[in-house]
């Protein structure tokens, strides 16, 4: 089988050719059908998360080098081990490529994306940079019906992603959520949003080919984020202040005017991981009674309430551009440079 890996952080990724792995117990060996790009995948590649002040995660512990990118993977089942059905064979599934260990407690609570000692796929394990993968157990698969491999393989970390976000936010008082960023998760959120709320949906981005996108998926109002009055404009759309705001950059700038954009009572809900810090002046807190929370990724069963959407046709497709697998290394340049509207999407 082939693989585009790396042998070390930030260096070029390489085609590998290596032997196809044979499934043992309840694996489930998948041919890749497609395969998203997340820009999660180049913090990955470079090894490290920006925290702001010049402060630096360091993200290259817990896998093995060679490494194979790669967690939106869509693909058919080409073989089972032992403890799996055969007639998985021939069918085709989104991968949930957020595994736990399976025996510690945050398992236990059915929160596996959320486990201490992860097996992800294409995070921690190899992943769908390549024409195989290796899935544990067929209850990581989910049927996508009808739906197009290169729109199905997205649902596993974009969809999720801003599904389990726009859960969090539903509920709260309000008539208006915003939405930072229309990248893929921005995009996915505000279908999601569509689908599942009556919110009317700002959408904020510093390029105006995003903005156009998000115009065009059906916002209700775009704005560009980079407008110092950002904040006003949102407020005066709003009626005093959005009841959510669902960061999908996750910069200084953006979760500073998710803040500046609240409504009394409202939550800011940060999913993206540009990088950088946020400053809170602690008593606007309890005077404005405001929430502050992250999201990250979503749960298995998050997956299936998603995936019943998505094959009941209620959420609309985010804009994709399909790209052969020998495009992995200028498709990470061009997250690196933020040029992208959509997903870009791999094909073995």
């Given at each position: 089988m082939k693989s585009y890996q790396f042998r070390g952080y930030g260096k070029r990724l390489e085609a590998i050719e290596h032997p196809k792995p044979s499934p043992e117990g309840t694996e489930i060996l998948v041919r890749v059908l497609a395969c998203g790009a997340c820009h999660s995948d180049l913090h990955l590649w470079e090894g490290e998360y920006d925290l702001g002040n010049e402060r630096k995660l360091?993200?290259?512990?817990?896998?093995?080098?060679?490494f194979t990118l790669g967690h939106e993977i869509s693909a058919e089942v080409v073989g089972v081990g032992p403890d799996a059905q055969d007639t998985l064979i021939g069918k085709r599934f989104v991968v949930f490529p957020?595994?736990?260990?399976?025996?510690?407690?945050?398992?236990?609570?059915?929160?596996?994306?959320?486990c201490l000692r992860p097996r992800a796929l294409g995070t921690f394990v190899d992943?769908?940079?390549?024409?195989?993968?290796?899935?544990?157990?067929?209850?990581?698969?989910?049927?996508?019906?009808?739906?197009?491999?290169?729109?199905?393989?997205?649902?596993?970390?974009?969809?999720?992603?801003?599904?389990?976000?726009?859960?969090?936010?539903?509920?709260?008082?309000?008539?208006?959520?915003v939405i930072i960023g229309a990248g893929g998760v921005g995009l996915s959120a505000l279908m999601i949003a569509k689908a599942m709320t009556d919110y009317e949906v700002i959408?904020?981005?510093?390029?105006?080919?995003?903005?156009?996108?998000?115009?065009?998926?059906?916002?209700?109002?775009t704005l560009d984020a980079n407008d110092k009055n950002a904040h006003r404009l949102i407020?005066?759309?709003s009626g005093g202040g959005a009841c959510a705001v669902v960061d999908c950059v996750g910069s200084e700038?953006?979760?500073?005017?998710?803040?500046?954009?609240?409504?009394?009572?409202?939550?800011?809900?940060?999913v993206g991981l540009f990088g950088g810090a946020l400053q809170v002046s602690l008593p606007l807190l309890p005077l404005k009674d405001v929430t502050i929370r992250g999201s990250d990724l979503g749960?298995?069963?998050?997956?299936d309430e998603l995936m019943e959407l998505a094959r009941a046709g209620r959420i609309d497709p985010?804009?994709?551009?399909?790209?052969?697998?020998?495009?992995?290394?200028?498709?990470?340049?061009?997250?690196?440079?933020?040029?992208?509207?959509g997903r870009v999407v791999l094909e073995p």
């Open positions: 360091d993200a290259r512990s817990g896998r093995d080098l060679p957020w595994i736990g260990c399976g025996t510690c407690n945050i398992c236990d609570r059915e929160a596996e994306h959320l992943g769908g940079y390549s024409d195989h993968v290796l899935v544990p157990h067929p209850k990581y698969l989910f049927d996508f019906g009808n739906l197009k491999p290169e729109l199905a393989c997205t649902y596993a970390c974009s969809g999720l992603t801003a599904y389990s976000a726009i859960k969090k936010a539903t509920g709260h008082h309000g008539s208006h959520i959408v904020a981005d510093i390029r105006q080919e995003a903005r156009d996108a998000a115009e065009q998926a059906g916002a209700n109002h407020k005066k759309i700038i953006s979760a500073n005017l998710g803040m500046r954009s609240l409504a009394k009572s409202g939550i800011l809900i940060i749960s298995l069963s998050e997956m985010i804009p994709i551009e399909t790209r052969a697998l020998d495009q992995a290394q200028q498709t990470l340049y061009d997250l690196a440079e933020g040029n992208l509207v």
